[in-house]
Structure formats: structure tokens, C-alpha cells
């Protein structure tokens, strides 16, 4: 039995896309069984991310009403084998989603994988509330700015509040230069003004989005302190002990 992780933020374009897609990716490749589902309904882009925008047929309302199986709308990814993605409908809103019918789905899912990555819409409002009750982790993902790292607070307090949930935080797009000069906080700092455990920081960097433009995420991207970051976070989900580099830690 595998466990699902929700990633989440308050605030949108924090990057719950780019490190849920490479965090699957990573995983995969670390041999562990994994499924990612877009669950951005009306907005996937996982798919675009992992370069598989013309391998969809099916997507997860098709599961929902029967017009597939589970197993025929997951999409194969070329990239890591045992790394199975299933996508997000593009043509329905998230109040036409029905939470139980996606938290069965996600069940069954967890039947079969190690890890099942659930790349959530951002926000506190209705998409949220459709998968809350569908994992029992959710990673909360911010960027160190006051307004998303109080979004990240107000959604690491209401996890709290109406799912018993203690999220965890990745921080992204840290800049080690701007903390060494105090312009930026330290990341253990904003977790602990977050309430959050740090699970990890990954930096800023412009070949994450030069990588997005060739429809490949961050782990695949030439930043080789992207790639070590993302992939110390992979180690640290499979019960690995990473340290945080130093301008991480308080
Ligand atoms: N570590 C990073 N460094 C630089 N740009 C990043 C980083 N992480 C994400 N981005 C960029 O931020 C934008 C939003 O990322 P995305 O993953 O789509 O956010 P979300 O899914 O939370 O809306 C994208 O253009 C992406 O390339
Ligand atoms: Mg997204």
C-alpha cells in the first residue's frame, strides 16, 4: 500500500506543477512505483511538462463515469519507467468533480503505487476541498515572499483545522544570495513562522522556465542545484536523511 501526497499551495504559480511533475520523475528513477495525477481540473499541464501532451486520450473524468479504466488513462511516461501519469479533465469546472469518485480513485491508485503525486489547483476554494480528503499528506509548496508564505500559513492552518493534516513545506525559488544579504528570510525560519517541517528548498533558477519552454520540468532542466535539490527531497520522501545546505537552516 502506497501513500498520496497532495501538493498544495495558497497561492497560484508557486510551482506545485513543476516540482509534483519532478518529484514523480525523481522518484521513479529512485525504483519506487508512481503514479502523478493532474488534479488542476480546467487547467492541466502536467502532461505538457512531462512531454506527453500527445499521448492523453483518457482523463480522470472518463475514469469518474466509466468511459475507460483506470489503467487505460494512465499515460506511460518515456522518461522513467514504474512512472505513470494520469490527467486532469480540460473541459469541466472543478464544481462538476465529484470528491468521493476522485478519493476512490486515488485509493485504488495507492493499491498499486509506492507514491501517488497529486498536483492540486491552487488556492483555498472549491478545488482544494475536492481533494482534501483524498490523501493524508499534503506538501505544501511557497515561494519566500510574505504574500505566499501567508497563503501558505492560512492553508497549512485550515489543513489542520478541518483534515487533521500537519503539512509539510517545500520552499521554491530561494535565492541563497538574498539570504546571505537578508533581503530574503531563511527557510527554516519561514517554516517555522509556517508551523510547517521543512521538507526542502529548492533555489531559483531561470533554466527551470527555459526548461519549461521545451515541455521539461525542473529536474530535467541544466541547473545541476535544482536537479541536487529536487533530488534530495526525492531521497528524503523514501526515508533517506538529507541535510539542508547551511543557508537553510536557522
Ligand atoms: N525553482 C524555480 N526557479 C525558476 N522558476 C521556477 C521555479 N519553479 C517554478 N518556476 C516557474 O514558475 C512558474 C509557475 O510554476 P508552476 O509549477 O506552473 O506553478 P503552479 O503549478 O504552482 O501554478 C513557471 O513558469 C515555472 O517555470
Ligand atoms: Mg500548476
Redesign the pocket.
Known amino acids: 500500500m502506497g501513500e498520496a501526497y497532495l ?1 498544495l ?1 495558497g497561492k ?10 519532478s518529484l514523480a520523475l525523481a522518484l521513479a528513477q529512485r525504483g519506487r512505483r508512481t503514479a502523478l495525477v493532474d488534479a ?1 481540473v480546467g487547467l492541466r ?1 502536467a502532461d505538457l ?1 512531462l512531454g506527453l501532451e500527445n499521448e492523453v486520450l483518457y482523463d480522470l473524468s472518463d475514469v469518474m463515469e466509466k468511459r475507460c479504466t483506470l489503467n487505460q488513462a494512465l499515460v506511460r511516461c518515456r522518461e522513467a519507467q514504474g512512472l505513470s501519469v494520469l490527467s486532469a479533465p480540460q473541459m469541466m469546472q472543478p464544481s462538476e468533480i465529484d470528491k468521493k469518485q476522485l478519493s476512490q480513485v486515488i485509493r485504488t491508485l495507492t493499491e498499486d503505487y509506492d507514491f501517488v503525486l497529486i ?1 492540486c489547483p ?1 488556492g483555498l476554494g472549491r478545488g482544494l476541498k475536492n481533494v482534501w480528503s483524498a490523501a493524508k499528506e499534503a506538501i505544501v ?1 511557497a ?1 519566500p515572499d510574505d504574500p505566499s508564505i501567508r497563503a501558505a500559513e492560512r492553508l497549512s492552518q485550515l489543513l489542520f483545522e478541518k483534515q487533521g493534516i500537519h503539512p509539510r513545506l517545500i520552499l ?3 535565492d541563497r544570495l538574498l539570504v546571505s544579504v537578508r533581503e530574503e528570510q531563511r527557510p527554516a525560519r519561514i517554516a517555522a513562522q509556517t508551523d510547517m517541517q521543512l521538507l526542502g528548498v ?8 527555459r ?2 519552454l521545451v515541455h521539461r520540468t ?1 529536474v530535467q532542466s541544466d ?1 545541476v542545484r ?1 536537479r541536487r535539490a529536487i533530488g534530495r527531497i526525492a531521497d528524503r520522501l523514501t526515508g533517506v536523511d538529507r541535510r539542508l545546505p547551511r543557508y537553510c537552516r536557522s
Open positions: 501538493f499551495s497560484g504559480g508557486t510551482g506545485k506543477t513543476t516540482l509534483s511533475t488542476d499541464c511538462l498536483d491552487a509548496i515561494t521554491n525559488r530561494a529548492v533555489p531559483d533558477s531561470p533554466d527551470v522556465y526548461a519549461l525542473a541547473s535544482v
